[in-house]
């Protein structure tokens, strides 16, 4: 069975760096087709795509914040790694991780599985 | 890349239908069938409930249905029940290689 965990600081600094872990079950990123990718939701607000790092290690990231974002993985850790530089409390936000597959290989494009999120808060 | 454009909430009472609509652009949901919806409850994590505009994963029961027209795609729950009070979200791919979620739709059970 699929399942996806968050791991990562529940309190950082405004400027500090942000890295988060999404460790995974179920799947293999070394199988063609099969991606994982962060979203994150501020409190009370809406969702928003963050990046998607897909089994050739094909890397894309949302417009907005490209800039500060990297994604990266460990297949044989099963794990994706996120960063995101110069934290802001405008980041305060649950990310969450999500399996997706590739619709050359799926037919389909979809958020199908989801961690239970991680809350990170930015404060001083 | 902009959100794509839902109500912000939908109500009906138990046993009606209620359908929230999803606004985008030519650069997505215009473009594409990879229009997807899910489901949250309070303090919960999404959960898909449509993908490809109008499939349902196992398990989801046949009120919900999805659509698409143009620019904008619609969910719609039918035979309204109070364990469908949550937030609701679409979501798209796009012509960046993207992808974006809808701002999301609270629904209310009277």
């Known amino acids: 069975q699929v399942t996806l965990r968050e791991s990562g600081p529940a309190l950082v600094k405004p400027t500090q760096t942000l890295t988060l872990t999404c460790t995974f079950s179920g799947f293999s990123l070394s199988t063609s087709g099969m991606c994982v990718s962060w979203i994150r939701q501020p409190p009370g607000k809406a969702l928003e795509w963050l990046a998607l790092?897909?089994?050739?290690?094909?890397?894309y990231y949302s417009t907005s914040l490209k800039t500060r974002l990297t994604i990266s993985k460990d297949t044989s850790k099963k794990q994706v790694v996120l960063t995101m530089t110069n934290m802001d409390p405008v980041d305060t936000a649950t990310y969450y991780c999500?399996?997706?597959?590739?619709?050359?290989?799926?037919?389909?494009?979809?958020?199908?599985?989801w961690g239970q999120g991680t809350l990170v808060t930015v404060s001083s | 890349q902009s959100a794509l454009t839902q109500p912000p909430s939908v109500s009906g009472s138990p046993g009606q239908s209620v359908t929230i609509s999803c606004t985008g652009t030519s650069s997505d949901v215009g473009s594409y069938t990879r229009v997807s919806w899910y489901q949250q409850p309070p303090g919960t994590a999404p959960k898909l409930i449509i993908y490809?505009?109008?499939n349902r994963p196992s398990g989801v029961p046949d009120r919900f249905s999805g659509s698409k027209s143009g620019n904008t795609a619609s969910l719609t729950i039918s035979g309204l029940q109070a364990e469908d009070e949550a937030d609701y979200y679409c979501?798209?791919?796009?012509?960046?290689?993207?992808?974006?979620f809808g701002t999301g739709t609270k629904v209310t059970v009277l």
């Open positions: 979501s798209s791919y796009t012509s960046s290689s993207t992808y974006v």
């Open positions: 490809e505009v109008s």
């Open positions: 790092i897909d089994w050739d290690d094909d890397k």
């Open positions: 999500a399996r997706i597959t590739h619709p050359s290989y799926s037919g389909r494009d979809d958020f199908d599985y």
